[in-house]
């Protein structure tokens, strides 16, 4: 038995140690997005210092290898990499205190930063669980002297590991669990792994009764809320398949100002729980009066049918559900949590008349694409650091033109830089390639140096004015002159984005990187 045991050690722990790396690599960007955001900038900087780590890892191993005999190297190697795996959650409990404005500033040395906590929290866990392959690689050399085969097979599990590790995270881990409790798992399992080689078996029990212990004590500490400023109240914390999700109350005394939905460090609503009906954002207030208009040419208001993708806490479809009551109000939003929390705490019925979808926004029209079902389509699903770039290309146009009835329009929420509008501009000039009519809409004061909200209106008639004001005759929006337009795109040329070339992070970069509250 104890032979049997020595013939797969090497094996075992190669297989579990590129496994418990896969998992490390996906939760770290889950952690990182909370201080932030989610963005190909993000996950560029968790996949190269977890490579980077791996590397050093596998060099530094491989001289710890002839230098001294794997089997007294492995047994300290296994269990200090399962503690600095544990340390991550410590050095994210005090990040979590020490970076009380990450979810509402960012400046422009923020790559910068993100790099910075990334090498922080993940660089010497990956470098030590790196240093594993080439120890036991040498180590079942011992065992064996077919060179080939061994070091193939060894490879050969590293890989199938790190594949079952990706599955496992990604299909079933972080959907199910809290990050707390992955990581935790992680480090119990690497300290199991010590079990299997020479060393003092009491030693990893007692390191691994410690980081139970440990584990046990921060659950009762919350990373998560303690970001924020003294103005606000924490009401949820959690991550989703999707996103890290927080609701915030912010106060003034007893009195609840502004309730938020922040995913990935971003806020995504603002809801006025005192006043439904008060919409806090400028585009939501654009989307509502262009809606008013546009309802008031029908020759049926009733009859009117919308569709919003990008649910979120559903502020703006609840809004009009109470206001126009449509005949058919759907909304799309992927994530299945945040319809929970919108039913929690952003004051949507659980019996509502809307159509609420979970699903991809894309993956939904493309079931309905064959009817014309819809007079409005809201696109609510950018965010000014994170664009799902299936959705601003042609080809989706074309999609969501084959669901609007012919006098229909389509409403998208844009940020942007006006001065420089790369994206304002290239998703501009994309819903121009197909529909004849398409104008760039902003509030009565248009800030042209700094991040600013744009709703572009695109149809196939011309329907919306070039001024819009609300119930009361009040100034609401105003298209943006032929000759801005002309502007921007004489400054950033004729792109078109599609689906085989559509670089949005590189387009919206100029926004990531501007200062903002």
Known sequence: MKTLIRKVTPHTVVFFGSMSIMILELVASRIIAKYFGSSL??????????????SLGNYIGGRLADR?????????????????????LVLDLVLGSIMRDAATIVTAVMVVRSLAVIVLLFFIPSTFLGMNAPIMAKYALELNLKVGTTVGSIYAVSSLGSILGTFLAGFVLIPSFDIRIIIFIVSLVIASLSFLVIGKKLVTVGVMAAIVVLFLVFQTADPDGLIGTGDDE??????????????KDFKTGDRIDVRTLIMNGLQHNRHDPANPDNLLYEYERIFGAITEYYISTMRDPSSFTALTLGGGAMTFPAYMERRWDPRRNSVVEID???????FEYFDVPRDTEMNIV???ARAYVNTVRDERTYDLIYLDAFS??????????????????????????IMANVIDIFSIGRF??????????VFPHVRVYSGPALPTTTRSTFVIVASRTPIIPDTIRDTRGVLVASTISDEMLADLVERNGPLVLTDTYSP??????PVFLQAIN
């Open 358 to 360: 979970v699903a991809d």
């Open 336 to 342: 299945p949590r945040v319809v929970e929390l919108a």
């Open 68 to 88: 001294f005999k794997p089997s007294s190297v492995i047994f300290p190697l296994l269990l200090t990499s399962s503690g600095l795996v544990f340390l991550v």
């Open 384 to 409: 000014s650091f994170s664009i799902p770039y299936h959705l601003t290309t042609r080809q989706f146009a074309d999609e969501l033109d084959q669901i609007l009835v012919p006098d229909g329009v």
């Open 504 to 509: 949005v992070e590189n387009l919206i970069a």
């Open 234 to 247: 924490v009401l949820y914390s959690r991550h989703s398949q999707h996103a890290h999700i927080q609701v």
């Open 424 to 433: 304002l501009n290239a998703y501009r000039n994309t819903l121009a390639a």
């Open 41 to 54: 900038y993000t996950w560029t900087g968790v996949i190269g210092v977890v490579l980077a780590g791996i």
